[in-house]
């Protein structure tokens, strides 16, 4: 009877193992493919609902959050101008800020920097300064930046468009 057990609790173990590997993979993954994302994922914002960004307040500085103060991120491997390298398991932890009509500039943040970029099948994802703007799931209520240096790839967006690479 001892031996029965042993066996069930290192079968356990031995399956356990490969899903908790399998969970962070999928928390931190962020480009495996060339494939852009084909959808956005969810935003929590409704679907027919317009979208602002502004600036906000930070311990990095100034940084670009979208009209509810969530955090906005831009991804070193998106090249400067073009499209989004963010592919369909990234953008399941870091989905994209997407509008069914232009985002617009709000307190702080200058229109001028205010651009859209396509992201897979018809869907624009707002991009400013040079960079796709980005969400990270892990970020829970307006205001956290826990996303910020993620794998050396992922940085807040200041006022001026570019990356903030101070460490959190």
């Known amino acids: 009877m001892r031996r029965t057990r042993s066996r069930t609790r290192t079968t356990t173990t031995l399956l356990a193992g490969p899903a908790v590997a399998l969970a962070l993979l999928t928390l931190t993954a962020c480009g495996g493919s060339d494939e852009p994302a084909a959808s956005a994922g969810s935003t929590g914002r409704p679907a027919s609902a317009a979208a602002s960004v502004k600036i906000a307040d930070s311990q990095f500085g100034r940084i670009l959050v979208d009209d509810s103060g969530r955090t906005l991120y831009g991804f070193t491997k998106d090249k400067p101008g073009g499209g989004s390298a963010c592919d369909v398991d990234c953008i399941a932890v870091w989905p994209a800020l997407t509008s069914p009509k232009d985002v617009t500039a709000g307190s702080g943040a200058k229109a001028s920097l205010l651009k859209e970029t396509k992201l897979g099948e018809g869907a624009e994802q707002a991009t400013y300064g040079d960079w796709p703007l980005y969400y990270y799931v892990g970020d829970a209520t307006p205001g956290d930046v ?17 990356l903030i690479k101070k460490a959190p």
């Open 146 to 162: 826990n996303g910020q240096g993620l794998d050396g790839e992922w940085f807040v967006i200041g006022a001026d468009g570019k």
